[in-house]
């Protein structure tokens, strides 16, 4: 398979919705140009979840490899859900994979009482949006990789413990430790 590139030429990008329902089948039977329609179709929303879980580090990256994933595992799917779900939970567990199998992150889950002084003040800025994305990308990986699961992609803490390996307490720590950092930095 080539290696579609993140940034393409002038090429319009169908929405998720207008990709024929055959796409999938001839994709998987190795139909490259069916792989490429699912890939523009979907590539929006998935960088957008892999960079927001990662605060933007190896988003790129990252979001390749999920779609390598995707051509290794599309034989797989069953219909069970809609592809666009199925294609999100895939995107979810390569970010969380890659979270696991990185010694730097396993250092994720910061204890003591001066977490909340490790973040600098906040920047004052008219662009609330901005705002949210730059205190979203100092939070610690764990408290991050929670906050974004919990409240941004709506999984319950019981979903969370069973996809990183905690605890649910730890998922419901880390996320009200994520909201504290983040209301201080939004001040």
Known sequence: MEALALQSPVVPVPAASA??????????????????????AHLPRVHSLVRRMTAGRDADELTQ????RLWQKIGSFRGDSSFS??????????????FRTD??????????????????????????????E????????????????????????HEIATLLEISAGTSKAQLHRARMMLRKHLK
């Open 19 to 40: 990709i024929p329902l055959d796409a999938v089948a001839r994709a998987a039977k190795g139909d490259a140009r069916a792989f490429e329609e699912l890939y523009r």
């Open 65 to 68: 490899d999920v779609f390598v």
């Open 85 to 98: 779900t199925w294609l999100h939970r895939l995107a979810v567990n390569v970010v969380i994979e890659r």
């Open 103 to 132: 010694q730097v992150r396993r250092k994720r889950l910061h204890d003591g009482e001066n977490i909340f002084e490790m973040l600098p003040a906040p920047a004052q800025t008219r662009d609330l949006g901005m705002d949210f």
């Open 134 to 157: 730059a205190a979203l990308e100092k939070l610690p990986d764990g408290a991050r990789e929670i906050f974004v699961l919990h409240d941004v992609e709506g999984y319950k803490h």
